[in-house]
């Protein structure tokens, strides 16, 4: 039987045994398996002496090989027994010997013990949204705009305009007056087709770079805007203009209710991870770093930078500022996914088999495709992993109704 030796929070020594037998017929059953395929000159297929193919192949590599097999076969059977949830093997040891029980010990990275903080009494700090009539008529004025009538005009760009402008690389980039930067506007103002004109460029922050643009106007197009009133609210589907504005703070309250509700989840899962008791294993960590790098990787692909080359481009110091941010923000992410874990084994969470394939088929939905080429697409560790991000989901909701009852 196998028997754990040592333990150490997430560190795990554990000893396990098979008997001579069993080590004897897996050296000779490797021996008749090289026999089919190796060819030795002088003899049949499959009837060289044993000598003679452990001379050509070397008996401490064969031996090296029964050891492998037999670790691959009986580890997760001894680790399963003992009732442990292995994250890595860190090393194996233990020689083996014909004649004599193959005794090996392993040390792992085990699943480590959890312990949430007390989340019963958390304040997420998140109140519960309102909709004024501020919000409800910006919402009007946007679809006012989506069902604008826009038609080329003669004379300067006035406030309420569209003007298109061409880059220097031969872009054109519609800019309507009304709500672009001031800045904009006021370069824009005036110009009529065939202007040039020097625009203040903005970081996506909506922040000013310093940097200018010059463009050169294409057209200007005057946006003539539906009138507020029952006609317009046909437009949209409703009978009244009342109606329209009811429905559309209907709407509007609906999206707020949920933001709020993923900013719970959110708040909620933050404090989780900070006060939550776990050793990490190192395994988990270095796991998630090179997500993280993954992530970096592809981003940066995106503006066609390789990964290596932006890292070679980096001072010293900025180099390791970035991999300690990735190692902090792994250890973030592991000890949120810890969180997750032990909060839904807290909460007994489960989803239900007509649960699950609602779910599957709302997102082949989404995506306009079959449910089951979706589950395809996926594969079995896709659905794993949206099946555990789902159930997590799911704890998270129950975690935050519990806390506002």
Same mark, same amino acid.
Request: without cysteine; aromatic residues 6%.
């Given at each position: 039987?196998?028997?754990?030796?040592?333990?150490?929070?997430?560190?795990?020594?554990?000893?396990?045994?098979?008997?001579?037998?069993?080590?004897?017929?897996?050296?000779?059953?490797?021996?008749?398996?090289?026999?089919?395929?190796?060819?030795?000159?002088?003899?049949?297929?499959?009837?060289?002496?044993?000598?003679?193919?452990?001379?050509?192949?070397?008996?401490?590599?064969?031996?090296?090989?029964?050891?492998?097999?037999?670790?691959?076969?009986?580890?997760?059977?001894?680790?399963?027994?003992?009732?442990?949830?292995?994250?890595?093997?860190?090393?194996?040891?233990?020689?083996?010997?014909?004649?004599?029980?193959?005794?090996?010990?392993?040390?792992?990275?085990?699943?480590?013990?959890?312990?949430?903080?007390?989340?019963?009494?958390?304040?997420?700090?998140?109140?519960?949204?309102?909709?004024?009539?501020?919000?409800?008529?910006?919402?009007?004025?946007?679809?006012?705009?989506?069902?604008?009538?826009?038609?080329?005009?003669?004379?300067?760009?006035?406030?309420?305009?569209?003007?298109?402008?061409?880059?220097?690389?031969?872009?054109?980039? +519609?800019?309507?007056?009304?709500?672009?930067?001031?800045?904009?506007?006021?370069?824009?103002?005036?110009?009529?087709?065939?202007?040039?004109?020097?625009?203040?460029?903005?970081?996506?922050?909506? %922040?000013?770079?310093?940097?200018?643009?010059?463009?050169?106007?294409?057209?200007?197009?005057?946006?003539?805007?539906?009138?507020?009133?029952?006609?317009?609210?046909?437009?949209?589907?409703?009978?009244?203009?009342?109606?329209?504005?009811?429905?559309?703070?209907?709407?509007?309250?609906?999206?707020?209710?949920?933001?709020?509700?993923?900013?719970?989840?959110?708040?909620?899962?933050?404090?989780?991870?900070?006060?939550?008791?776990?050793?990490?294993?190192?395994?988990?960590?270095?796991?998630?770093?090179?997500?993280?790098?993954?992530?970096?990787?592809?981003?940066?692909?995106?503006?066609?930078?390789?990964?290596?080359?932006?890292?070679?481009?980096?001072? +010293?110091?900025?180099?390791?500022?970035?991999?300690?941010?990735?190692?902090?923000?792994?250890?973030?992410?592991?000890?949120?996914?810890?969180?997750? %874990?032990?909060?839904?084994?807290?909460?007994?969470?489960?989803?239900?088999?007509?649960?699950?394939?609602?779910?599957?088929?709302?997102?082949?939905?989404?995506?306009?495709?079959?449910?089951?080429?979706?589950?395809?697409?996926?594969?079995?560790?896709?659905?794993?992993?949206?099946?555990?991000?789902?159930?997590?989901?799911?704890?998270?909701?129950?975690?935050?109704?519990?806390?506002?009852?």
């Amino acid at each position: 039987m196998p028997e754990i030796v040592e333990r150490e929070g997430w560190r795990v020594r554990v000893r396990g045994e098979v008997p001579a037998e069993e080590v004897e017929g897996a050296y000779r059953l490797l021996l008749s398996e090289y026999k089919k395929r190796v060819r030795v000159p002088g003899f049949r297929p499959g009837r060289v002496p044993d000598r003679v193919l452990e001379a050509r192949l070397g008996r401490e590599a064969l031996l090296r090989e029964v050891r492998e097999e037999l670790i691959e076969r009986h580890l997760p059977e001894d680790l399963k027994a003992l009732e442990l949830d292995p994250v890595a093997v860190r090393k194996v040891e233990g020689e083996l010997e014909l004649g004599k029980p193959f005794v090996f010990e392993a040390e792992i990275e085990n699943y480590p013990e959890v312990e949430l903080p007390d989340w019963r009494g958390f304040e997420l700090g998140v109140e519960e949204p309102e909709v004024g009539e501020e919000a409800v008529e910006a919402a009007l004025q946007d679809l006012r705009r989506r069902y604008a009538e826009v038609e080329a005009k003669e004379g300067p760009a006035e406030a309420n305009d569209l003007v298109i402008v061409v880059t220097e690389e031969g872009s054109e980039i +519609p800019v309507e007056l009304e709500r672009a930067y001031d800045e904009v506007r006021a370069a824009l103002l005036g110009k009529r087709a065939g202007d040039e004109a020097e625009l203040p460029l903005f970081s996506d922050g909506g %922040e000013p770079t310093g940097r200018t643009a010059k463009v050169k106007v294409k057209e200007v197009k005057a946006v003539r805007l539906p009138e507020l009133d029952d006609e317009f609210a046909k437009t949209l589907g409703y009978e009244t203009l009342e109606e329209a504005r009811a429905k559309i703070k209907e709407e509007l309250l609906r999206r707020a209710r949920a933001q709020a509700e993923e900013a719970r989840k959110e708040a909620l899962l933050e404090k989780l991870a900070e006060g939550l008791k776990a050793e990490l294993p190192p395994a988990l960590v270095e796991a998630e770093e090179r997500a993280v790098w993954g992530e970096i990787a592809e981003d940066l692909a995106k503006k066609g930078v390789p990964l290596e080359d932006y890292l070679k481009s980096l001072e +010293p110091e900025k180099f390791e500022a970035l991999k300690n941010e990735v190692k902090r923000s792994a250890e973030r992410r592991v000890r949120r996914g810890l969180a997750l %874990e032990k909060l839904a084994e807290e909460l007994g969470v489960e989803l239900g088999e007509d649960e699950w394939k609602a779910h599957l088929e709302e997102l082949a939905r989404a995506y306009g495709m079959k449910p089951a080429d979706f589950e395809r697409a996926l594969g079995e560790d896709g659905l794993r992993r949206l099946y555990r991000r789902r159930l997590h989901d799911k704890a998270l909701s129950q975690a935050v109704a519990a806390l506002a009852a």
